[in-house]
C-alpha cells in the first residue's frame, strides 16, 4: 500500500505475478483488497484508513 503521493506503507502480500487486483470499500474506515494470481484469489482487510496521513519530512543530503 502507498499513499496517494507515493509514500510506500506496508507491503500485504508477497505473492508473486498478479492477474488483478480490486480494492473495495468495506466501511468508513476500511477496505477489501482482493488479489488474483489466475490460481488463487486472496482477501485482505485493510482497517484504520482514516489514521493515515501524508507528511514532508523535509530535505535532507545523501552522501
Known sequence: LKTA???PLESISE???LTRA???PHSER???VFQD???V???FRVS???QMMAFDC???DLN
Open 58 to 60: 523535509g530535505a535532507f
Open 22 to 24: 480490486v480494492l473495495s
Open 5 to 7: 503521493d507515493g509514500l
Open 41 to 43: 484469489v486472496e482477501q
Open 48 to 50: 484504520g484508513l482514516d
Open 15 to 17: 505473492t508473486p505475478h
Open 37 to 39: 494470481d489466475g490460481a
Open 30 to 32: 476500511s477496505i477489501d
